[in-house]
């Protein structure tokens, strides 16, 4: 065997040795992720479990307290929002999230439900907003004038269903901006609505268990 063959032996038996270390050499694991402060939570990270505080915001202006037992995630064209709804003092409340250029909250307390016959409308009162699609319609109820703001399909999926349910939706908004009116129209179920309240996200505490 040559000098030259010897040394080309050696090379190639270096660069095995240094290819099977890289081999078996343990890779450093991945950095962990940063840990979320479960003191700071905003409404906006709020998810199933968690435990709501809303200042005021309950019978006699007391705390209203509950723990999200369902989120509602919706779509109506690009906009999405979510819901989480729990149970205080044996009604059903919710919250109706949306952070999109600010982070938005709207509350449904009171748990009342109501026909849009209790509203003072009918189904081709709504049928014409729809069509219009003109912001300065409004009529009376409940001592306030409500003003239409948007009409549209929309699609509702419960605790991250990948399929969902559409809806047809029409919302309004009391003229002092502090309540918004959502009436919901299922296939095969009549037309339903419910009121939510303008909140301070800064009033409400979300805790983590």
Partial sequence: MGPITILLVIILGALLIMVLKKLFERQPAPPPPPQQDLSRLSIAD???????????????????????????????????????????????????????????????????????????????????????????????????????LLSREMGAFRDGAPEGKGFYGWEFRSEDGQRYLYVRKREGEPFSAAVAVQLNPADITVLRP
């Fill in 46 to 148: 709020a998810r199933v479990g968690d435990s709501i505080s809303i200042s005021g915001g309950g019978d006699n202006y007391s705390d209203l307290d509950f723990t999200a037992d369902r989120h509602t995630g919706y779509e109506a064209g690009e906009n999405r929002w979510f819901e989480l709804s729990g149970t205080y003092k044996e009604r059903r409340v919710a919250l109706d999230v949306r952070n999109n250029d600010e982070l938005e909250v709207r509350g449904f307390l009171d748990g009342k439900k109501y026909t849009i016959e209790e509203l003072g409308l009918s189904e081709d009162d709504l049928a014409q907003i729809d069509q219009r699609q003109n912001t300065a319609d409004n009529f009376e109820w409940d001592g306030k004038n409500w003003y239409f």
